[in-house]
């Protein structure tokens, strides 16, 4: 069987893009919360216009799974389905994020609970994902985890590494530099595992970076052996 | 793809056609055609739209209850939105939702002006009546014979018959100026009542269309649109009474004669 990779956010642009490209090497199984990812799945089937019947079972198709992620009996439903349909889970990707620019600081005094939620969103979620699938199914897989080169990988961003000030992107990029530090904890954490943890931190997509140029660092990650690795992705190069 | 790719030249081969699956199958189809016959139909389209407000005697009419201006699709009309009215695109629309090739079609242009309200949900599963002694590879309603919705003979010489709407392509053109939050997009629903459920937005944009086999699980009606008008061309495909109540049982709204 072909290893699977477990995507959130795979409705936003690269969400979609790493679906599309990982489903030639994984099984995947696309989280998504409420608009459908751009990928073929057993709830969108490209149209024969030769008049063949649809068939959603097919290859190559990406499995779908609707859920809040910042709702924990979502997260722990979506583990439990991913397991129960491939029996396993080799590769978490969290891509999905909140990318909002709130403002000000000196103005969320009079501001709703925005910020609160997209902390939870990018950082809190991503980890407790990771959390439930460890407990439901690498807690004691030990072996198979090293044999299988499983590991994490947080999408974050390049202004979780710098500060652009001016823009209102505070709490955005607070979130971002709080989940590269997560990262690098849960490397320490799932090291006795044989799980990898890292993360990768590109500049706006695809405006400075090619969206295909975030992937194609993603699969890198994906195949290498190294942990604990927060990886920026800049236009012609790739630095940790 | 080959074989249908070829026998419609007007198709563009770069053209993306998806199956969806909720809250009800359906296709959506972008780049629908090639840049030179989706131009045709967009000037014939606004032809007949600036007309609207250029003469005394508009082709577009309202309806009551319902803030579109329409114009009903005739055999003329039919021949100026080739290929969307031509046999071998009924052909096509037919063999994607599995269904028995009729002739019979109807359909219509819609203009929807900037800040109309949105329609009401409905599934277009319904009795729709033609004449029996009109024949072709393609049927338009001929409405001087008998009415489409009840089957009421307006001649002597009329011999309405019943079939049943089997299949609904909306084809979104003319709709340059819209933007996400311009609303006009055709909402999707898992039921009768507007809010329950996923509400899924088709946006109208120029060269896309959406087609969905009609059924007593197909609602569907126009968001408001704040922000833009929204243009469309209409097709509806059409079944016998008796392989729609094979599938469907008495699900089906049978309008008759009153």
């Not at chain 1, 349909?85 to 009079?110: E, K, P, Q, T």
């Not at chain 1, 390049?158 to 990262?183: D, E, H, I, M």
């Not at chain 2, 709709?175 to 055709?186: F, H, I, L, M, S």
Request: proline share 6%.
């Amino acid at each position: 069987m072909r290893p699977v990779c477990v995507i959130t956010g795979s409705a936003g642009s690269l969400g979609s893009a790493l679906s599309r490209t990982l489903l030639a090497t994984h099984e995947v199984a696309a989280i998504y919360r409420q608009n459908l990812p751009d990928v073929a799945s057993q709830l969108r089937t490209p149209a024969d216009l030769s008049g063949e019947p649809p068939n959603p079972g097919s290859r190559n198709q990406a499995y779908c799974i609707q859920g809040d992620l910042t709702n924990d009996a979502d997260t722990r439903r979506i583990v439990e389905v991913v397991l129960a349909r491939f029996g396993r889970i080799d590769v978490v990707i969290n891509s999905a994020a909140d990318i909002r620019y709130h403002g000000n600081l000196l103005d969320i005094g009079f501001d709703s609970d925005a910020v609160e939620r997209q902390l939870v969103t990018n950082c809190v979620a991503p980890m407790k994902l990771v959390s439930v699938i460890f407990h439901e199914f690498w807690k004691h897989e030990g072996r198979a985890n090293a044999q299988n080169n499983r590991c994490v990988v947080n999408i974050s961003s390049v202004s979780g590494l710098y500060v652009f000030p001016s823009v209102g992107q505070s709490f955005y990029s607070a979130s971002k530099a709080a989940l590269n530090f997560l990262t690098v904890h849960l490397a320490y954490e799932l090291s006795p595992y044989s799980v990898r943890s890292n993360a990768v931190c590109p500049v706006r997509f695809p405006e400075s970076v090619p969206t295909e140029k975030v992937v194609s660092t993603v699969q890198e990650v994906i195949a290498s052996h190294g942990t604990g690795e927060v990886v920026e992705v800049r236009r012609n190069s790739s630095s940790r | 793809m080959i074989s249908t790719m070829e026998s419609i030249e007007e198709l563009d081969p770069d053209g993306q056609w998806w199956v969806h699956e909720r809250p009800f199958r359906h296709i959506r189809a972008q780049n629908v055609l090639r840049k030179e016959a989706y131009a045709q139909l967009e000037a014939a389209f606004a032809k007949i739209r600036d007309g609207t407000t250029a003469t005394d005697k508009p082709q577009l009419q309202t309806r009551q209850g319902y803030d579109a201006l329409m114009v009903a699709m005739t055999k003329q009309l039919a021949a100026e939105f080739a290929p969307l009215f031509d046999h071998r695109w009924i052909a096509l629309l037919a063999r994607l939702l599995d269904l028995p090739l009729l002739p019979q079609v109807d359909g219509g242009l819609h203009h929807i002006p900037m800040g109309s309200r949105s329609g009401w949900v409905h599934n277009d599963y319904c009795s729709a009546w033609f004449d029996a002694g009109t024949e072709g590879d393609v049927v338009l309603p001929d409405r001087t014979k008998c009415d489409y919705f009840t089957g009421r003979p307006k001649a002597d010489a009329a011999r309405p018959r019943e079939f049943i709407r089997a299949g609904t392509m909306i084809f979104y053109l003319d709709n340059g100026d819209w933007r996400p939050g311009a609303g006009g997009e055709t909402g999707l629903y898992p039921t009768a009542r507007a809010g329950i459920g996923t509400v899924t937005g088709i946006p109208p944009v120029s060269n896309s269309l959406l087609l969905f086999r009609c059924s007593p699980h197909s609602y569907h009606r126009l968001i408001a649109n704040p922000g833009c008008a929204r243009n469309s061309i209409i097709l509806w495909l059409h079944e016998t009474v008796q392989h729609a109540t094979g599938v469907w049982g008495n699900a089906v709204t049978r309008r008759k004669v009153t």
